[in-house]
């Protein structure tokens, strides 16, 4: 198993930062069904105020650029992007790839 690890500042706005929480509790199928087709095996978020921190774990031969180049292809993950990049401060048509920063493991 491999494990990324992301994070993102969402916009600074407390009402926009509740509906991107809410969003987030009522994930589309078809968005957990492309994780799934692509090797995530499990994705997780964290949120304190505006810092997001994404944990997620992937089958061993997940290749990052590829497989979050093909999972944009998806049913409905280009939708799924452009809805949640209002919170997120960054064009409608950026990929999740775009938007987060992968961060570097020191220990």
């Avoid at 494990?3 to 991107?20: A, F, G, P, W």
């Avoid at 978020?45 to 290749?63: E, P």
Wanted: charged share 30%; aromatic share 12%.
């Amino acid at each position: 198993m491999k494990r990324y690890c992301q994070t993102l500042t969402l916009v600074d706005d407390e009402e926009m930062i509740k509906k991107y929480l809410e969003a987030h509790a009522h994930v589309w199928p078809e968005i957990i069904e492309g994780q799934r087709e692509v090797g995530i095996l499990d994705m997780q978020i964290y949120c304190r105020g505006r810092s997001l921190f994404m944990i997620m774990d992937t089958v061993d031969n997940f290749d990052f650029e590829r497989d979050m180049a093909r999972l944009a292809t998806l049913p409905r993950q280009a939708e799924w992007e452009a809805y949640v990049s209002q919170f997120q401060g960054c064009k409608a048509d950026a990929r999740s790839d775009e938007k987060w920063t992968l961060m570097e493991r020191i220990f």
